[in-house]
């Protein structure tokens, strides 16, 4: 990522919106935003070997599901750069005597959220992610979130929420586990 041209960026932003960017308390402004995106951006210099090789463990017996949930995260909308953001569950049905890592599930999360994208693109991503390294037998993806974009400004509809989810294989053709995974989840919004 580009620093200097990203502070340069944001000092010419200050003056085109009318702002002075010698004022003190805009000094280190633009530093800042630049700091900032590497954080937020940050999974735009990562490549998909990154997480590839994510360690998969072998266990004699395997549970009918795993799941990892009220994962919360933040992404930007690529159509604004405004924020939007949430809880993410993910659950997977494990093929044979494979798992992966718990902690893995939230790093792929960052992974596919840490860029300008949309919520619909973060939920199908994760699971695809989900499918390349594990290849399990079912994955199911729900994520609720809020959009500042459509809060703070343009249609102003603040409080609402926008669902999305993605399940394959098990979960598609088992509905009780589908049940299962929904009602286990069923409250991981509710402080959105
Ligand atoms: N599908 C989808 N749309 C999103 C997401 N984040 C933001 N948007 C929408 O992207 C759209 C961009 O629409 P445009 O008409 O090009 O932009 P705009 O004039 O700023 O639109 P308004 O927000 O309606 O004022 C808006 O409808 C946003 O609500 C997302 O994750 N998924
Ligand atoms: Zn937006």
Request: glycine share 4%; net charge neutral.
């Amino acid at each position: 990522m580009d620093q200097q041209k990203i502070e340069k960026v944001v000092r010419d932003l200050l003056i085109a919106i009318g702002e002075n960017p010698h004022r003190e308390g805009l000094l280190e402004t633009p530093q800042r935003v630049a700091k900032m995106y590497q954080e937020v951006f940050s999974s735009l210099k990562r490549q998909p070997e990154d997480v590839a090789n994510y360690k998969v463990f072998h266990v004699s017996d395997v549970p009918e599901m795993v799941l990892v949930q009220h994962i919360p995260f933040y992404s930007m909308c690529e159509h604004h750069l405004l924020p939007f953001f949430g809880y993410a569950n993910v659950a997977y049905v494990p093929k044979d005597d494979q798992v992966i890592g718990l902690s893995k599930i939230p790093r792929l999360i960052d992974f596919v959220t840490k860029k300008p994208g949309m919520q619909e693109r973060v939920t199908t991503d994760l699971a695809a992610e989900l499918q390349r390294i594990l290849d399990p037998a079912g994955i199911a993806v729900t994520i609720s979130a809020r959009h500042l974009c459509m809060e703070m400004r343009g249609v102003n509809k603040a409080g609402q929420y926008t669902y999305t989810d993605k399940f394959t294989g098990r979960f598609k053709e088992d509905k009780d586990l589908k049940r299962e995974f929904l009602m286990q989840t069923r409250n991981n919004h509710a402080d959105l």
